[in-house]
């Protein structure tokens, strides 16, 4: 190991390259030595210099992070935040996300905390690294470092100058972190904090390779897994020498009851697939959980591991009338329901595995491989690529699981598995099924002197991580790995009952757990675990509550509220953003009246932009006669604009083959999302809220007549100016079919 190390580093010094962080053997160095000072972020378990930066002779500079790209952006935060603290163009930056081989492990990338603790350590390594190519430029220079002047990787004093792609070969940044520089202040930030156009999203939109479901490598073949129709099932025999006799074939894969195949051709992947699933004979699996209101009678009687998550004993009421109220809230299981299935593409090769993943958490993923696979963690490179659709625990893991058992039976070809759509929504963890259960008991004053909260639910969190296997083939092949007992967070973040502690203050209050352990159906993370199903049972209470006391609920809760980041403004009214009683009941009469907008939304107005009111607000005024007209300057400006081409929305509707929906529920449609443009843009471009579709199509067909027909059109723009607010409402009883009659 030490002889390689050597080597790595001449090889950097000969090519002109300084890197800043990633020593393979530093992580378990670190354990063998006494406790160190903490360090910012995620430099605590990184601690490598080398792990972090590499400054090339070539002008760039490549940046590694454990953290991954969900969509959410942060490969290109982390981007600027480096190019800040070394003083070089946003450019010149390369990402290189989670891979096992070159990235610093940072574990998951969940609980929006990849700025936080991977943006922090990249602050001081990229400080601590521009520190130290200052102190060497000063040395050349014969200035004082204090002196120097950075910009785009140029130090300069006067005249003189040299740059980081010079410096590169004369200085060996493959120490420890100190965390000791300091790190740019935000006043003098030119990069942070400004509006970047994002890294990923470029590929999205324009079709190219930018999941890892548009991986193609040479020689690559394709696979799919067959799975029974229960959880549990076990297979007894399936015909494998008919399948390996279909075309394009290579493989098929049987490992216990793990039943997988690969072909040359995707299609021929499939009907092989289809082909074992037909004769494939299961033992009957585990039977699945009732449905409907059964499932929460089912859940509240499972066996439980009940903890006390908080508890206050303050003064007992003072007397007098109390009024107890109840209520239980309820959470069904839930999909992901990631837009592309779950995929991976793995190769085995001179007894080693690469496999290509969408998992969040590629080290954590690499150990439970390990596992499964009968290998070693050295032995196996899992690196990130995106994923079309992610959020939470789907089917990443399993599926990279699933491709690298395939991959071992190829001869070193490499292998995409993808589930198809029935196997992600028959076997990807789902977001855990909850009941909550509330008792308040409220004075005769309208505040809450007891408060009990109880929550019923399965875990959160069955990733990979902790002992065991948490990958789905490990436990059906014929030695299998058995899943390790699952976690609940702890508080204050929590699980299933993270956010079931509420903010407002209560004299007493009691909040339970009811861990449900066993899963009938695997659960694990869904966006935010347990908190909005937590949340959305506590607030709906407080409504409760609040309708109980005959008291307004934002008065309510403002009565048990004590943090004044939570009360906002003390003043209220109009500085705290809550509108008086009156204020809100004249919106709400708004509303009732003008509901076909509903939206509050800005429109233009003969040409000229009339920004601040919504939509509603400007009809009402109209109908008041308050409405200013235009005039014959915006007229013309009108006429003399170009028709771009729009339809109308009701063509919208009966392009999508919402007519015969529509025609059905014989009520007014309102203006939503599904027309949102053309609130804007009415037919022939011009900025008018849209018409109603008869009104619309009638002066459609006028202005097709010609210019001779100009005056009808002229008499319609000035009966529309005037329109009520049902002008704004597509008409819809006399939508039938793909065509609309009138």
Known sequence: MKSAALDRREFFRQSGALVVGFTLASAGLAQQLAPRPQLPGSLSNNRMLD???????????????????LGQGILTALAQIAAEELDIAYERVEMISADTSRSPDEGMTAGSQSVENSGTALRFAAAEAREMLLQLAAARLGVPADKLAVSDGTVSAGATQATYWELVKSVDLKREATARARPKSPASHRIVGKSIKRRDIPKKVTGGAAYVQDIRLPGMLFGRVVRPAAPGARLENCDEAAVR???????VVRDGSFLAVAAEREEQAIKAANALRTSAKWTAGTALPPQGSALFEHLQNLPARDSVVNS????????????????????????????????????????????????QGVYPLRQHLARVMRMSDASIIAVHVEGSGCYGHNGADDVACDASLVARAT????????????????????GSAMVMKLQARVDASGQVVDWQHETWSH??????????????????????????????????????DRNAVPLYV??????????????????????????????????SFIDELAVAASVDPVEFRLRHMKDPRARGYRGGGRQSGLASRPQRRRRARSR????????????????????????????ASRQNGSGSRRGAHHQSRRRSQPDRGRHHPVDELVAQRIGPLRRASRANAVVGRLSYPHVFRSPGGRRRIAQPARRAIARHRRRLAGPDRRGDCERDRQRDRHAPARSAVHARQSESGARLTH
């Not at 006799?245 to 493989?251: E, S, T």
């Not at 992600?424 to 789902?430: A, I, L, Q, R, V």
């Not at 007493?508 to 675990?529: D, G, K, V």
């Open 245 to 251: 006799a279909m075309p394009g074939v290579v493989a």
């Open 506 to 539: 209560f004299p007493n209050q009691r909040i339970i757990l009811h861990y449900l352990q066993e899963m009938p159906l695997r659960t694990s993370a869904l966006r935010t675990l347990g908190a909005y199903a937590n949340v959305f049972a506590l607030e």
């Open 51 to 69: 792990g972090w930066l590499r400054i090339n002779a070539d002008g760039t500079v490549t940046v590694f992070t454990g953290k991954v790209e």
């Open 459 to 496: 875990p959160h969190s069955t990733r990979p991580g902790g002992a065991g296997s948490n990958l789905l083939a490990g436990w059906d092949i014929a030695n299998p790995v058995p899943m390790g007992a699952p976690i609940n967070g702890a508080q204050p973040a929590g699980a299933a």
């Open 312 to 359: 206050k004993v303050g003064a007992p009421s003072a007397g007098g009338p109390v009024t107890t109220i109840e209520a239980k809230y309820t959470r069904p299981y839930q999909c992901h329901a990631s837009i592309g299935p779950s995929c991976a593409v793995a190769q085995v090769k001179d007894g080693k595995l690469t496999v290509w993943t969408h998992s």
């Open 411 to 430: 001869g070193g070809r490499p292998v995409k598995l993808q589930w198809m759509r029935e196997d992600e929504f028959g076997w990807e963890p789902y």
């Open 592 to 619: 009732h009246r003008l509901r076909a907008v509903q939206e509050s939304r800005r429109v233009c107005r003969g040409g000229r932009g009339r920004r601040g009111r919504p939509a509603h607000r400007q009809y």
